[in-house]
């Protein structure tokens, strides 16, 4: 069951982002496309609070759930931000450096210590990004500086470092609560967080935002259900698996978001980056085996 739910949770993930990256190749912000993304989300999850009793939710619940849900939110507009400038083929494999991140914070502040082997399929795991993208005879930096110059790679960064650091506080909140609850709340507190977001930010586009908005709705229906999803299978793994091995499994599915960005988006490369895709996923076998 448990391998089931992962492969469910990896399937989810690949295709939000697809969504998520056709919709923002249509021109609209990345977060106008959160905000109704989570619009949908709450739409989902309202029905939902009847299902559970959400007065005996602990005090700890309450407090990591909202830092939670700030941090993702935060996470997710510099994902969608990414998306909108990046290959699927090159977003998908960043996605391994959560899995270095994240053991890191989990060491610090969950006491959480993989073995040496673990430290090793890190290590792979950065070695792999050097791949990504080709050597160019015109550019004088190498191509791991190339990457990292590159704008939309910066964004995921930042997305990855706060869904790293999300994922302390909501591990925490699937402990003191349960997957269903944690799903909910992450979605409820998410979406007035992203209204307030795009207010601050984007003003002057709402309207227009809006109005093109009109002609995607069910591509965002299709892309709340997948993120809903996405987000309680997480739980679900969460509440039976280690932070850095959870994120581990995880990262199995940049293979298939290499495939999807060849056949959707008709990306290039393709061999190369499903190379260091096979590395970054050696990596993550190595920090599963530890």
Not at 70 to 77: E, Q, S
Request: aromatic share 14%; glycine share 6%; hydrophobic share 55%.
């Amino acid at each position: 069951m448990e391998l089931l739910v992962v492969f469910g949770r990896l399937l989810f993930s690949s295709f939000a982002n697809v969504f998520q990256k056709k919709i923002a190749l249509k021109g609209l912000h990345p977060f106008f496309i959160v905000m109704v993304s989570y619009l949908v989300l709450s739409i989902i999850c309202v029905p939902l609070l009847w299902t559970f009793n959400p007065s005996l939710l602990s005090q700890s619940f309450w407090i990591n759930i909202f830092f939670a849900a700030l941090l993702d939110m935060a996470g997710t507009l510099f994902l969608v931000m990414s998306l909108s400038k990046t290959d699927l083929s090159v977003f998908g494999p960043l996605n391994a450096y959560k899995v270095v991140i994240s053991m890191l914070l989990a060491m610090l502040f969950l006491g959480e210590i993989p073995n040496t082997q673990g430290f090793m399929g890190v290590g792979v795991i950065v070695i792999g990004s050097y791949f990504l993208f080709p050597s160019n005879p015109h550019i004088s930096t190498n191509r791991l500086v190339s990457l990292l110059s590159d704008r939309g790679v910066q964004y995921r960064f930042l997305s990855i470092l706060l869904f790293s650091i999300g994922t302390l506080p909501l591990k925490k909140a699937v402990i003191a609560g349960d997957a269903i609850s944690t799903t909910v709340f992450w979605c409820l507190i998410g979406f007035p967080l992203a209204i307030i977001a795009n207010t601050l930010f984007l003003r002057d586009n709402f309207a227009k935002d809006i109005k093109q908005s009109q002609n995607h709705i069910y591509a965002f229906l299709y892309l709340g259900i997948l993120i809903f999803l996405m987000q309680y299978m997480t739980m679900l793994v969460f509440s039976k698996l280690l932070i850095v091995y959870s994120l581990a499994l995880f990262q199995l599915g940049m293979v298939l978001q290499v495939f999807l960005g060849y056949k959707i988006f008709n990306e290039k490369h393709i061999l190369r980056r499903l190379t260091a895709c096979m590395v970054m996923v050696a990596g993550s076998i190595l920090v599963l085996k530890a």
